[in-house]
């Protein structure tokens, strides 16, 4: 009796069944089934399967498909049963089989997307002689090479496109439906060209217990049920933070675009103007046209009757692309860094060098800026604050600098680097970090003029100096402890020592675009206060090319050629001639301004009498001219050696006769002796004595009185 109940309960028991995986190997009659859950597996020697290929599986049946693509057969492997099909003629993407074909209610469809918006559907039974095939509609654009397998589930079959579009075919009505869900694209997938697109997901429909599930291939989500997709609500455009996309509704469905696509957006209070980037335009003009049939969309409008709506897509868009830039930037600047060893920290619990409460610059990304700390450690700096950090290794260091604060606002440590590193997202070879010695403060209290001798002010003053002097005396201190490490058998090859620039050789130049003082040191020539920093090594200098230097000028430019001719030119504009050890350019031009002064000095007497007025009377005036005439004729007689008039005359008519040139009148000798002889007399009687009096130079003047 027990036995019987026995046997009645294993009869009764139902067992889930689960799907095994079957294999063909490189042997032609094998056939491999492997059990998951068990672990076993079972080879099977089938003839029948040599040269197909499996199409569909589903309630222990195979649909095959021979080697030439239109021979297609069921075939049951554990009974060897074999059910032929008419040839199918069509090229299909996806096939499906409602049951077994034993069942007489047997369908089997192939799905072909003829283009994005025409579906060609077969259907076939076991023991038709044909397949029949139709064209649908779909008003949704359907991805022709990504989708989905085929299932069938609930007297329906179902194919699901990676642009979220779920067709959905009736066999017994023979119709086809779609309905559209949110596309789902995974963050980045890698073609073939080794660039980074944002490519759609590799989807595949699954069945259990008439519910279809959504499977991915390259993330690890987990199976989504597809009734819990979300269905996009509105045709608006939405901006997705999450993948870098923007999606925009054209012919009724949302279509994605990564926002590396577009140029840029343009909105007002009703439209909203959305422009991508084309290859051939202005701003992609060595862009080639992988596809020369391809056509490219350009522009994108759209109208909206929410103002607010239109501004708030525009700042979404634009904020979206200058992140997404900026992070594609500092990619690029990251794979071009040199790679450099690690920073080895200071352990057994020694602690490190370090100055604290410091500026870096150039200065973290972000609107919230922290002061950091400083840490000389192993074979390197170390610069951290609560949210960054920067390790500036002694390898890397190519000069050092420690400027104190004199007429500065500052107090700093520069190093000028071999290779470049990353600050936050910048690129650099140059790093500093500095403090700033006194606060700027801006009086609130009212008008009241200051003084010189106001208490407050002196106090303020005084704490002021002694601020600057200790923080000067702490990056002395720190500065000459990190020369003594450097100073060790395992640095000795770096050469590193903090150089502290000679203020009393610098001078004003404009190296970039404003004007700023730079100061010689003993290896470079650097200007460490204004940003961008300038630091040039001497050692890497070829030539020097001073412009414009020239006898009165005040100022020159200079031209530094570097070895490297592949470097360019530095300009230095506007150096002033009398700072900096550049006064021996000026010293030609003073010693001639110099002597031309004496020489006018000489000519020129000064006398403590005024001159007196025009309104004299003309006896006083006819006695000076006198007294001047015969003064100035034994002056030019001296000057002429006894030579009088009409020897000179006569001198220059012969030589007139020698050139053959006719002697002139007697009038016109006249008119020209007379004229000639009032520009040698300084004066005569009359008004014109006046006139000329005012005329004449004051060495001429000054003897008159």
């Not at 090594?537 to 412009?547: D, P």
């Not at 506007?574 to 030609?588: I, M």
Request: with cysteine; proline share 5%.
């Amino acid at each position: 009796m027990e036995k019987k109940a026995l046997t009645t309960a294993e009869s009764v028991r139902v067992v889930e069944k689960h799907p095994w995986v079957i294999t063909f190997p490189n042997h032609e009659d094998l056939t491999f089934l492997f059990d998951p859950l068990e672990r076993k597996r079972y080879t099977l020697n089938l003839p029948e399967l040599v040269g197909t290929d499996v199409c569909y599986s589903k309630d222990g049946w195979l649909l095959m498909r021979r080697s030439s693509l239109v021979d297609m057969f069921f075939f049951n492997p554990y009974t060897r049963e074999l059910i032929n099909l008419p040839k199918c003629e069509l090229a299909f993407q996806a096939i499906a089989f409602s049951s077994a074909p034993t069942s007489g209610t047997c369908v089997v469809l192939a799905l072909r997307p003829f283009t994005r918006y025409i579906i060609r559907i077969s259907i076939c039974y076991p023991g038709a002689t044909e397949w029949i095939t139709q064209e649908f509609s779909c008003s949704l654009r359907f991805d022709p090479y990504m989708h989905s397998n085929l299932v069938y589930a609930n007297d329906h079959f179902y194919c699901f496109s990676s642009g979220g579009v779920l067709v959905d075919f009736d066999v017994a009505s023979r119709t086809m439906s779609e309905q559209a869900w949110n596309e789902h694209r995974c963050a980045y997938m890698r073609n073939d060209n080794a660039e980074w697109f944002n490519l759609p997901k590799r989807i595949y429909l699954a069945e259990q217990k008439g519910e279809l599930f959504l499977m991915y291939t390259c993330s690890s989500e987990i199976p989504m049920n597809i009734n819990d997709i979300p269905q996009p609500r509105d045709l608006m455009i939405t901006v997705d933070h999450k993948s870098d996309t923007v999606l925009l509704p054209i012919y009724g469905r949302m279509v994605p675009f990564n926002v590396t696509t577009i140029r840029t957006v343009l909105g007002n209070q009703n439209t909203i103007r959305v422009i991508f980037n084309v290859p051939g335009t202005p701003l992609n003009p060595n862009d080639s046209l992988k596809n020369k049939d391809a056509i490219y969309l350009k522009e994108v409008s759209f109208r909206t009757k929410d103002s607010r709506h239109s501004s708030d897509v525009v700042q979404q868009v634009k904020s979206l692309r200058r992140k997404v830039m900026a992070r594609e930037s500092e990619r690029a600047e990251r794979t071009s860094l040199v790679n450099q060893e690690k920073l080895q920290i200071v352990r057994n619990n020694s602690k490190p060098l370090s100055l604290s409460n410091l500026w870096i610059r150039p200065p973290f990304s972000g609107r919230k800026k922290n002061r950091g700390t400083l840490e000389a450690h192993v074979n390197g700096f170390r610069y951290s604050t609560t949210n960054e950090r920067v390790d500036v290794l002694f390898a890397n260091i190519k000069h050092a600098f420690f400027q104190p604060a004199e007429k500065e606002m500052t107090t700093l440590l520069h190093f000028h680097l071999h290779n470049h590193i990353m600050v936050g997202t910048k690129k650099t070879k140059d790093v500093q970090f500095y403090v700033e010695v006194m606060d700027v403060v801006q009086s609130l209290g009212g008008r009241r003029r200051s003084s010189a001798y106001d208490a407050d002010e002196i106090v303020e003053e005084q704490r002021e100096r002694d601020r600057k002097n200790k923080i000067n005396m702490d990056f002395n201190h720190f500065a000459n402890q990190v020369n003594d490490m450097w100073q060790l058998p395992q640095f000795a090859s770096l050469s590193l020592e903090f150089d502290q620039p000679l203020r009393e050789f610098g001078f004003n130049g404009v190296p970039h675009k404003t004007s700023t003082f730079i100061i010689p040191t003993s290896s470079c020539l650097v200007e460490l206060t204004e940003s961008p920093f300038l630091v040039v090594c001497l050692s890497e200098i070829e030539i020097v090319n001073l412009e414009r230097v020239g006898f009165g000028q005040k100022s020159f430019d200079m031209a530094i050629i570097f070895k490297d001719l592949k470097k360019d030119v530095l300009r230095v504009d506007s150096v002033p001639t009398n700072a900096g050890g550049w006064e021996f350019l000026n010293q030609d031009g003073s010693d001639s301004e110099s002597g031309g002064s004496e020489d006018s000095d000489k000519g020129y007497e000064p006398s403590d009498v005024e001159v007196e007025s025009e309104s004299e009377d003309e006896t006083s005036e006819s006695e000076s001219d006198d007294e001047e005439e015969e003064e100035d004729s034994e002056q030019e007689s001296e000057e002429e050696k006894g030579k009088t008039w009409a020897e000179l005359e006569r001198e220059a008519t012969n030589a007139d006769r020698e050139h053959g040139v006719e002697s002139d009148s007697e009038e016109e000798r006249k008119r020209r002796k007379m004229k000639a002889f009032g520009k040698s007399r300084p004066g005569s009687s009359g008004a014109g004595g006046s006139s000329s009096m005012k005329n004449m130079p004051p060495s001429k003047r000054s003897r008159h009185r």
